[in-house]
């Protein structure tokens, strides 16, 4: 069965305080998303269509999410038990006291790229001096403002800095000319940039991957103290275990997996073409990965964020933030 949870029905929950996990049998777990119901997800929807999770004798709720729902809040409220999120705002919140910890690493590669008009005569970073550019925040800001600190180039305005113009989650500011270059994620958004009819021979693009400065998206995050009860722990075994056979399984499928995904957005908002060129860019970034963090990715995404010059996204090394147990039992 499909399970869903509006919006006012998650929010009446977290605001009685009744957490999930204490109203709810062992075999409950809800997954609160980064986004809204689109193919950056299939694994988890492939896994719930396919019977995934009931084999692994779980009762999963796929929570979406959208530019009103912050997953760390969600998860801090006991509105999920565990959540998907980018590392920079994972390792943020956790700085600030919310003790989330990577449980599981679907995404290997990061799809995240600055796509800009050729014609500015922007050929590299140094190039962004004097120009506007747009960056989504809500925690998204951090790899940006780590890689410019890195380069050197300030952030405020003026001729020898970037003005950076809050982008919200659409292209229009890149069609609109309101901004030289415009954050886009490989398996959306630059996609609609081609879909406005703009030949990719007009743009220039800086994937994060390629310049040294990508950070880990896309992981699978709980509460610390949750991981200090045993059956806990053997729920997330078996729910990382049938969400990476999702995964998999929407790799080799994608056709099949973007139709999962349409099958479960009520909205009605993604279109099957969209879906499935999102699904065949999605793969791209979770091949290569079974589910485990690699501690080398981990690190070079903590050096990225240290590297904020006198703002940096985290301020110390992270301790604790990881944990391969549960990856450990779950590739088993």
């Known amino acids: 069965m499909k399970s869903f949870l509006s919006a006012a029905a998650l929010a009446s929950l977290t605001m009685t305080g009744t957490a999930w996990g204490e109203s709810h049998m062992d075999n409950k777990v809800a997954l609160q998303l980064k ?52 590392m920079p705002s994972a390792l943020s919140v956790r700085e600030k006291g919310l003790p989330v910890v990577n449980i599981a690493q679907p995404y290997k590669t990061s799809g995240l790229m600055l796509v800009c008009w050729k014609d500015t005569g922007i050929t590299g970073p140094e190039d962004f001096r004097g120009k506007t550019i747009g960056v989504w925040f809500f925690g998204n800001e951090y790899p940006f403002l780590s890689w410019m600190s890195q380069a050197g180039i300030p952030t405020e305005g003026g001729d020898d800095g970037i ?13 609109q000319r309101q901004a030289d270059c415009i954050s886009t994620m490989t398996y959306n958004e630059f996609g609609q940039v081609l879909d406005a009819g703009i030949g990719e021979e007009e743009l ?50 994608p056709d099949e997996a973007a139709e ?28 290569g990965s079974n589910g485990a963090l690699d501690p080398g990715d981990y690190e070079r995404t903590v050096e990225t964020l240290l590297a904020g010059g006198s703002d940096p996204v985290i301020t110390k090394q992270p301790e604790g933030a990881y944990t391969l147990e549960i990856t450990d039992e779950a590739l088993k």
């Open 163 to 175: 003005t950076v113009l809050k982008q919200g989650f659409n292209v229009d500011p890149l069609i």
């Open 260 to 287: 999962i995904v349409l099958d479960y957005d009520e909205t009605g908002a993604q279109t099957e073409a969209h879906q499935e060129y999102m699904m065949g860019e999605v793969a791209k970034l979770t091949a």
């Open 35 to 86: 986004w809204v119901t689109q193919a950056q997800f299939a694994g988890y929807y492939v896994a719930q269509d396919k019977g995934f999770y009931d084999e692994a004798g779980l009762d999963v709720t796929i929570l979406p999410g959208g530019p009103d729902v912050a997953p760390a809040q969600v998860l801090a409220g006991g509105g999920a038990d565990v959540m998907v999120d980018w």
């Open 204 to 253: 220039v693009t800086f994937k994060y991957e390629d310049q040294g400065v990508a950070t880990l998206e896309d992981g699978l995050y709980v509460l610390e103290e949750k991981l200090e009860d045993p059956a806990f722990k053997e729920k997330m075994v078996k729910f990382v275990a049938a969400s990476m056979q999702g995964w998999k399984y929407a790799e080799e499928n």
